[in-house]
């Protein structure tokens, strides 16, 4: 259910959340364009398409790896400044990749280390970043808060990528690395502006104790580990589908236009979907997220159904939206009900079980296609979806978390 209107409020755009907010702007801005720069540079540097392939590999595993090490660090310390260190040294890797392109000194080995440095950084930065959130703005203000930044993040991931390709043609790889190097660094000027709404001395355990207390508080939060495990089915029916699946069946049909033409829908309708919540935020999120996230199945449908141009656009453009729902509303309500002191690690665990499927899919689509046919799996795979959505609704856990109390340390910013 959809509340009525919602007065704007000074509450979301408190200084803090408002740096926040054009810090986390700017950082996605370089953060999409790098995938695509370095990409574009390897390619250009070695006209090899594995070694664009490895590198990328070796950004996505370090980040797996250290991802649950991130949410201690970010849950034992201040999340603020793990943001400004972190961005700093992300700043540091991409003027690396910039100047390895720009004097012609490409090697894969090199590639390969500041991947893996990348990754790295980004175990550490992810669980920080949703770990702040709620200590910038106050609990009745989180599903808006996170709306806007779903909807910032939507547009980010239209104009990055295309940007990054202006850049490229224009300026080359390597100069279009160091201007996203210049972006970490803005961000990081930006996060130094927050002050954090928490007041309380944490609790400094081991590494070792942080990793055991996240384990234990993540595995005893029944609606927690369920959604996680829902999420890492819907990732795995959905992103690789999706993506390789989808290209497959529409290429060619609709060529290449029409793909992006597609895609580009989808990013629209999570767009708008994230502008709504901002101003009509959901009554009982959990539950009615799941119920409008089952739309998010109607592109893999439609790849399956039909090669219209124009119900593909349409389906791709709800199923945005719908999945864009899905994801505003669970993390409002994993930062509404999950105490600060330990919700990076509860997030990172989150995470780890949610994305760790994907890489999986990835490998297994291709063979699956081949078994099954392109259109069948995809008509199969959004049926899937839709179970995957809707099952953990038959868990009390589930139905039950919107009418439990929000957790005791929100409190409301000073700035």
């Known amino acids: 259910m959809i509340t009525k209107s919602v007065p704007r409020s000074t509450n979301l755009l408190k200084r803090s959340f408002l740096s926040f907010y054009l810090g986390r702007t700017i950082d996605l801005a370089g953060g999409s364009m790098t995938p695509v720069v ?21 950004t996505m595993f370090p980040m797996l790896v250290l991802l649950v090490l991130g949410g201690v660090v970010a849950d034992r310390g201040n999340r603020r400044t793990v943001l400004v260190v972190t961005n700093i040294l992300s700043a540091a890797v991409r003027a690396g990749m910039g100047v390895m392109l720009l004097t012609g000194h490409y090697t894969l080995v090199a590639a390969i280390v500041l991947g893996v ?27 808006r808060a996170n709306a806007l930044l779903a909807a910032t993040s ?34 990081a000027l930006f996060y130094l502006r927050i002050t954090s709404s928490t007041g309380e001395v944490k609790h400094q355990e081991s590494i070792i104790q942080g990793l055991k207390t996240g384990w234990r508080t993540f595995s005893s939060i029944r609606w927690i580990w369920i959604s996680s495990i829902s999420f890492a089915v819907i990732n795995a029916l959905n992103v690789a589908p999706l993506q390789i699946l989808g290209s497959a069946i529409v290429l060619p049909v609709l060529g290449a236009a029409g793909w992006g033409a597609i895609l580009s829908g989808r990013t629209v309708g999570m767009m708008l979907a994230g502008v709504l919540l901002v101003r009509r935020p959901l009554g009982s999120p959990l539950i009615y997220g799941r119920l409008i996230g089952t739309l998010s199945a109607l592109p893999l449908i439609g790849f399956g159904a039909t090669d219209n141009f124009w119900l593909l ?27 600060t002191t330990v919700l990076s690690r509860v997030s990172s665990y989150d995470d780890l079980i949610a994305y760790g499927s994907i890489p999986i899919a990835q490998i297994l689509v291709g063979p699956a296609a081949e078994a099954f046919g392109n259109h069948q799996l995809a008509i ?12 953990p609704l038959i868990f009390p856990s589930i139905r039950a978390v919107d009418e439990l109390p929000d957790a005791s340390n929100h409190r409301m910013p000073s700035k």
Not at 155 to 181: K, N, Q
Not at 323 to 328: E, K, T, Y
């Open 117 to 143: 440095c990348s990754g790295f950084i980004s175990a550490f930065s992810g669980p920080a970043m949703r770990g702040i959130v709620p200590e910038l703005v106050a609990s009745d203000q989180l599903q």
């Open 380 to 391: 199969w795979c959004g049926i899937g979806l839709i179970l995957a959505t809707l099952i």
């Open 313 to 339: 656009l349409i389906a791709s453009f709800i199923g945005g939206a719908g999945f864009s729902v899905l994801g505003i509303s669970y993390d409002s309500t994993l930062h509404t009900k999950v105490s």
């Open 154 to 187: 939507s547009v980010v991931r239209v104009g990055g990528p295309l940007l990054a390709g202006i850049l490229v043609a224009t300026l080359g790889g390597g100069p279009a690395l160091v201007v996203d190097a210049v972006c970490a660094v803005a961000a």
């Open 38 to 58: 370095l990409t574009l540079g390897i390619l250009t540097a070695s006209g090899s398409i594995t070694d664009a392939g490895v590198v990328a590999a070796a």
